[in-house]
């Protein structure tokens, strides 16, 4: 599978087009049709493979593009993916059915194991979980496996999970999937695409933020 390959697949897992792709890193709609149908660039340029990249959910050098040397039975431009270890499994953490704005309650029980993603290649505390309701669709859907890096910075434009305090003293943590859209030294500013809205929490009640790096499906 060579990178253009690749990243049609991992596109599609993320359910983008490609004239949405290519507007989501800052180039014109017909950026990446080019790219995948007349080759042009041949390459990506590095600051469009690092928003790809981050886009899609994983490392930037995956999508170099540069050849290995040619070997018999290679064909040129192939780049192998990194092997996954079937040894090697992640924690899938349980979530309760929430109420309104997506909210779900985080009950932090492990639930399953599954095998590490390479976008959680080398993340001692990555995680997987499931997306409850339907605020996120239609990027992601109720039952959808998500993969989860805490140690990932979190920018604006990203899709989070994010914890807050809960409403009483003892309960779990109320856990939403969103993008951030905003965050200041006071408040962060949600999105969310079903029905579209913003939604605004003091940084006070935030007890953690982390990066959705991947889906399952």
């Not at 540069?66 to 192998?80: D, L, V």
């Not at 040894?87 to 309104?100: A, H, L, N, Q, S």
């Not at 995680?127 to 339907?134: D, F, L, P, Q, W």
Request: net charge positive; no cysteine; charged share 25%.
């Amino acid at each position: 599978m060579d990178v253009r390959e690749f990243l049609r697949v991992r596109l599609a897992e993320q359910r983008l087009s490609m004239k949405e792709a290519s507007e989501r890193i800052g180039r014109n709609h017909a950026y990446l049709q080019q790219y995948f149908e007349r080759g042009i660039p041949a390459v990506l340029p590095e600051q469009a493979r690092e928003k790809l990249a981050e886009l899609v959910g994983v490392d930037p050098d995956m999508l170099r593009g540069t050849a290995a040397p040619a070997r018999p039975g290679r064909r040129p431009g192939y780049m192998p993916l990194p092997p996954i270890n079937s040894t090697d499994r992640i924690p899938v953490m349980g979530v309760g059915e929430g109420g309104g704005e997506g909210k779900s309650q985080w009950n932090g029980e492990i639930v399953d194991y599954v095998t590490r993603p390479p976008a959680l290649s080398g993340a001692p505390s990555g995680y997987a979980t499931y997306v409850i309701g339907t605020s996120m669709e239609p990027r992601y859907h109720p039952g959808e496996m998500i993969f989860v890096h805490p140690g990932k910075p979190v920018n604006a434009g990203a899709y989070v999970l994010v914890q807050l305090k809960p409403p009483a003293e003892g309960e779990p943590p109320l856990a939403l999937i969103k993008r951030l859209a905003k965050r200041t030294a006071t408040k962060i500013v949600l999105e969310q695409f079903n029905p579209p809205k913003q939604l605004e929490f003091p940084v006070r009640d935030v007890v953690s933020i982390h990066r959705i790096v991947a889906s399952g499906e």
